[in-house]
């Protein structure tokens, strides 16, 4: 992979508003609406309810990829992807900050 591939990649932070359970996902899944700054308000589907209740997510913030074409996951159109690695349970541990950025900062 050369820089110019990873550049092609629009990883932005944005901050959680609004965690709510997707009652048709078959797999438990929240529905999230995130505020990616000027990249404006984006809904993506994340199963998280391993590590993640509603109320932790609301004002935390995440590291998404932006670019990628909208997909629809039981009946929500997901916008962006929310980015975490597996713990050693397999469940999710989503990608974040140790100090607040600005919404719609683009990784470096």
Same mark, same amino acid.
């Given at each position: 992979?050369?820089?110019?591939?990873?550049?092609?990649?629009?990883?932005?932070?944005? $901050?959680?508003?609004?965690?709510?359970?997707?009652?048709?996902?078959?797999?438990?899944?929240?529905?999230? $609406?995130?505020?990616?700054?000027?990249?404006?308000?984006?809904?993506?589907?994340?199963?998280?309810?391993?590590?993640?209740? !509603?109320?932790?997510?609301?004002?935390?913030?995440?590291?998404?990829?932006?670019?990628?074409? !909208?997909?629809?996951?039981?009946?929500?159109?997901?916008?962006?992807?929310?980015?975490?690695?597996?713990?050693?349970?397999?469940?999710?541990?989503?990608?974040?900050?140790?100090?607040?950025?600005?919404?719609?900062?683009?990784?470096?």
């Amino acid at each position: 992979m050369t820089w110019t591939d990873f550049e092609r990649v629009e990883l932005r932070v944005g $901050t959680v508003l609004t965690a709510e359970l997707n009652p048709k996902a078959r797999k438990p899944a929240y529905v999230l $609406t995130i505020d990616l700054g000027d990249a404006g308000i984006r809904t993506s589907s994340a199963q998280i309810l391993d590590r993640y209740a !509603p109320e932790d997510l609301i004002g935390r913030q995440v590291l998404c990829v932006c670019n990628f074409e !909208p997909k629809r996951v039981a009946g929500v159109k997901s916008e962006v992807l929310v980015t975490g690695a597996h713990d050693k349970d397999g469940a999710v541990v989503l990608a974040g900050f140790e100090h607040p950025v600005p919404d719609g900062t683009r990784l470096l």
